[in-house]
């Protein structure tokens, strides 16, 4: 099966019971963002600058479990901001596992070695020196780490451990220059392959979630895609960049750019996806095959963005995941309140001039296994594509030229370096700022690849710009 059997039955079954009770609106996916708060500042991502206001806050853990509850979705993806940075997130996982839900973890993987090392040192027996040699021959872990780890681990708290009910989903927009030049900080992408290798050791499941953008390569695409089929990876989300109220707001204010030299409208879309039904062949794509010939601009859907619901600190977030029009206290005032015959595209044409150019998996995925905008045919290939055969891993992938940034001195910040580190630069005291700051920046600290602070970038580049260095 291109899907395991038991997620596929409990999504399926949630659906009949609905169809069968006549339900005209019901939650597929909770989308749950416990704060806002995330350690990078990726562009064309708006969601700490829409609530800059309360980036300092979160939901309680009683609140997340009880929004769960409250709209029933078989699934529940825990985003944010970065969600392994909530205090409680051991907690918020084995609640909703408790709850026998599906649980993705959607995380740009600067945390998730730390959280695994947790893990075994929860578990520590000397049955698990084999894994820990293997690890550290990889570089996985440190010496430091593999001490740690055999000391156990005794505070009490759950850890996040492996488990067919939950999914790490990892942020990764391409290879490593374009990747790390997305999230606006070198070395993400390496740490998170490596978090990625560490958890298939370890026997978890992990899927990539991917954006699209205007300037985007289809076919670095194609290529990361092997390149992580090489490392069995479970799975694939991909979706096109849309220009949303607030990443076109940070777009312009933040980083002094157009929005439409970044975002896709709808006839690129087109053209970028062109290719997804064959990748959805080759690799194992999350989504419904239904939406993908919708992406490739076969049919038409219809928007059925109340099937995956946002809940975060201010409420159910309405109409959708990108856009605000409010914010609801109960999933079910959202579902009666909302005028949802006012948002989507019906037939070519946009109810909302917001919603012409969306084309994204939290609107339209849904719409595709509900069986909106039928076609003769498309139960079929909704069953053949989840019940299939799994695609066979991708061996050549390990061929890919997949570090072709910072790991080999040519990374976004290459040219800034390269002059801070020249002799006039130095003689301007230049040099040693920049040194300072690079010692201090390591991989394996809580945070990673730090805060997301883009000042050291911004200070080389105005530095080149002006010619003082």
């Known amino acids: 099966m291109r899907f395991?059997?038991?997620?596929?039955?409990?999504?399926?079954?949630?659906?009949?019971?609905?169809?069968?009770?006549?339900?005209?609106?019901?939650?597929?996916?909770?989308?749950?963002?416990?704060?806002?708060?995330?350690?990078?500042?990726?562009?064309?991502?708006?969601?700490?600058?829409?609530?800059?206001?309360?980036?300092?806050?979160?939901?309680?853990?009683?609140?997340?479990?009880?929004s769960a509850d409250e709209c029933?979705?078989?699934?529940?993806?825990?985003?944010?901001?970065?969600?392994?940075?909530?205090?409680?997130?051991?907690?918020?996982?084995?609640?909703?596992?408790?709850?026998?839900?599906?649980?993705?973890?959607?995380?740009?993987?600067?945390?998730?070695?730390?959280?695994?090392?947790?893990?075994?040192?929860?578990?520590?027996?000397?049955?698990?020196?084999?894994?820990?040699?293997?690890?550290?021959?990889?570089?996985?872990?440190?010496?430091?780490?593999?001490?740690g780890i055999r000391k156990g681990k005794s505070d009490g708290r759950p850890v996040i451990g492996p488990t067919k009910w939950m999914y790490w989903n990892v942020h990764v927009d391409g290879l490593e220059y374009t990747h790390d030049l997305i999230v606006e900080r070198e070395g993400v992408f390496k740490e998170c392959v490596e978090a990625i290798k560490m958890a298939k050791i370890l026997g978890y499941q992990v899927a990539t979630n991917t954006t699209v953008y205007k300037e985007t390569d289809v076919k670095e695409i194609e290529q990361m895609f092997e390149f992580f089929s090489s490392m069995e990876v479970d799975g694939h989300t991909i979706s096109p960049g849309y220009e949303y109220d607030a990443a076109k707001k940070d777009m312009v204010s933040r980083l002094n750019k157009q929005p439409e030299d970044f975002f896709l409208t709808r006839k690129m879309t087109r053209q970028k996806f062109a290719k997804i039904q064959e990748w959805g062949e080759r690799f194992t794509i999350f989504g419904t095959p239904v939406y993908q010939e919708f992406l490739a601009g076969k049919r038409e859907l219809t928007c059925t963005a109340w099937a995956i619901p946002t809940r975060n600190v201010k409420g159910w977030k309405a109409p959708c995941y990108l856009m605000t029009d409010g914010h609801y206290p109960k999933y079910a005032e959202m579902?009666?309140?909302?005028?949802?015959?006012?948002?989507?595209?019906?037939?070519?044409?946009?109810?909302?001039?917001?919603?012409?150019?969306?084309?994204?998996?939290?609107?339209?995925d849904p719409?595709?296994?509900?069986?909106?905008?039928?076609?003769?045919?498309?139960?079929?290939?909704?069953?053949?594509?989840?019940?299939?055969?799994?695609?066979?891993?991708?061996?050549?992938?390990?061929?890919?030229?997949?570090?072709?940034?910072?790991?080999?001195?040519?990374?976004?910040?290459?040219?800034?370096?390269?002059?801070?580190?020249?002799?006039?630069?130095?003689?301007?005291?230049?040099?040693?700022?920049?040194?300072?700051?690079?010692?201090?920046?390591?991989?394996?600290?809580s945070g990673g690849c730090g805060s997301g602070d883009t000042t050291q970038r911004d200070e080389l580049l105005s530095k080149i710009a002006k010619k003082d260095v």
């Open 4 to 66: 395991p059997l038991g997620l596929t039955a409990k999504i399926a079954r949630h659906i009949i019971k609905h169809k069968l009770r006549k339900t005209p609106k019901f939650a597929l996916v909770l989308q749950l963002e416990p704060l806002h708060t995330c350690n990078l500042t990726c562009t064309g991502c708006g969601r700490i600058r829409e609530y800059s206001t309360s980036l300092k806050d979160m939901m309680s853990l009683e609140d997340c479990l009880g």
């Open 72 to 147: 029933d979705a078989p699934m529940v993806s825990i985003c944010g901001g970065e969600p392994l940075i909530y205090p409680k997130i051991e907690e918020l996982i084995a609640g909703i596992l408790e709850q026998g839900r599906i649980v993705y973890v959607c995380t740009n993987g600067m945390f998730m070695r730390k959280k695994m090392r947790d893990y075994m040192a929860s578990i520590y027996s000397p049955e698990l020196e084999a894994k820990l040699s293997k690890l550290l021959a990889e570089k996985l872990i440190s010496e430091k780490d593999a001490e």
């Open 335 to 364: 579902l009666e309140k909302v005028d949802w015959e006012k948002y989507g595209v019906v037939d070519g044409v946009a109810r909302d001039s917001r919603c012409e150019n969306c084309m994204v998996h939290c609107g339209y």
């Open 367 to 445: 719409s595709g296994a509900l069986g909106t905008n039928y076609q003769r045919g498309d139960n079929w290939k909704n069953f053949r594509y989840n019940f299939g055969a799994k695609p066979k891993p991708y061996l050549k992938g390990r061929e890919v030229f997949a570090f072709n940034g910072t790991s080999i001195g040519k990374g976004h910040l290459a040219e800034a370096k390269a002059a801070i580190n020249s002799p006039r630069a130095a003689m301007n005291g230049a040099q040693s700022v920049f040194s300072r700051k690079e010692e201090s920046h390591t991989h394996e600290t």
